[in-house]
C-alpha cells in the first residue's frame, strides 16, 4: 500500500504519518492519537481504529490483541440538539439510563 494513503480520513492521517509516530516511539493507538489527531474526527475513531492497530502490528510485530484500542468517552449526559439551540421544549434532558428528567429536577429518591 502507498504511504500517502488516507487511513484516518476524517483528520486525513495518512500511513507515512502513522509509522512516523511510530518511530518516534508511539506503541499504542492512543500513543498516535496524541501525535498525529488520528481519531479524534467526528467517526471517534470508528473507521481508522482497525487499520491504524494493523499499522502498528505490521511495523513492530506486536500481535493485533497486544495493542490496547483508544480509550474511548461516553458523553456525560446526552443533551438535545435543541436545548443547546435554546429551545425550550428540549430543555428535557435524557440521562444514560434512558430516563428523562426536566432540567434542575433531582433523580434522587
Ligand atoms: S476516520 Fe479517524 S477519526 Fe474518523
Known amino acids: ?9 476524517c483528520e486525513e492521517v495518512n500511513i507515512d504519518e502513522i509509522e512516523t ?4 516511539g508511539a506503541e499504542t493507538f492512543d500513543d498516535i492519537k ?7 474526527g467526528p467517526c471517534q475513531s470508528k473507521v481508522c481504529l482497525t487499520p491504524v492497530r494493523k499499522i ?7 500481535q493485533l490483541n497486544e ?6 468517552r461516553i458523553p456525560l449526559k446526552v443533551v438535545r440538539m435543541g436545548a443547546l439551540a435554546g429551545k425550550k421544549e428540549s430543555a428535557q434532558i435524557a ?15
Open 56 to 62: 502498528i502490528h505490521n511495523y513492530t510485530g506486536k
Open 21 to 24: 509516530a511510530i518511530k518516534f
Open 95 to 109: 440521562s444514560v439510563f434512558g430516563e428523562s428528567v426536566e432540567e434542575g429536577e433531582s433523580t434522587d429518591e
Open 67 to 72: 495493542i490496547r484500542p483508544s480509550r474511548m
Open 1 to 9: 500500500m502507498d504511504k500517502s494513503t488516507v487511513v484516518c480520513r
Open 34 to 40: 496524541r501525535i498525529t489527531r488520528c481519531g479524534m
